[in-house]
């Protein structure tokens, strides 16, 4: 069964950094890339950055590529996002998702999501 779970979610205060993990199971990881997106309710899923399978970053939005890190561990089955100086306008539900290595990297393309993790950026 294929499986993306998203964690590190939580309560931050601004200016602060969270780690999010999003571990697959129930596929090759190696074979596809992985997007990392978030969503606002009552607003579009927005596209943060997507990783390839070697491990390249790409795709990333250009007003958070700075403060967005995306990273993959293949071995783990697991793909990181690193967030840093993180703002009020940060707080959204997380989500990653994987489409097949030879395609595009957007949200209608992406062919397996998770269910998200809740971040919350407040003092």
Request: hydrophobic letters at 35%; aromatic letters at 10%; glycine letters at 8%.
């Given at each position: 069964?294929v499986?993306?779970?998203?964690?590190g979610g939580g309560?931050?205060?601004p200016g602060?950094?969270l780690r999010?993990?999003?571990a697959?199971s129930?596929?090759?990881l190696?074979?596809?890339?992985?997007?990392?997106?978030?969503?606002?309710p009552?607003?579009e899923?927005e596209?943060i950055?997507c990783?390839?399978?070697a491990?390249?970053?790409?795709?990333?939005?250009?007003?958070?590529k700075?403060?967005?890190?995306i990273?993959?561990?293949n071995?783990k089955?697991?793909?990181?996002?690193q967030?840093?100086s993180?703002?009020?306008?940060?707080?959204?539900?997380?989500?990653?998702?994987a489409?097949w290595?030879?395609n595009?990297c957007?949200v209608?393309a992406?062919n397996?999501?998770?269910k998200g993790t809740?971040v919350?950026?407040?003092s």
């Amino acid at each position: 069964q294929v499986q993306l779970v998203e964690s590190g979610g939580g309560l931050v205060q601004p200016g602060g950094s969270l780690r999010l993990s999003c571990a697959a199971s129930g596929f090759r990881l190696s074979s596809y890339k992985i997007g990392w997106f978030r969503q606002v309710p009552g607003k579009e899923r927005e596209r943060i950055s997507c990783i390839t399978s070697a491990n390249r970053s790409t795709d990333a939005a250009d007003s958070l590529k700075d403060r967005f890190t995306i990273s993959r561990d293949n071995a783990k089955n697991t793909v990181y996002l690193q967030i840093h100086s993180l703002k009020p306008e940060d707080t959204a539900v997380y989500y990653c998702a994987a489409v097949w290595m030879n395609n595009r990297c957007f949200v209608r393309a992406m062919n397996f999501w998770g269910k998200g993790t809740s971040v919350t950026v407040s003092s």
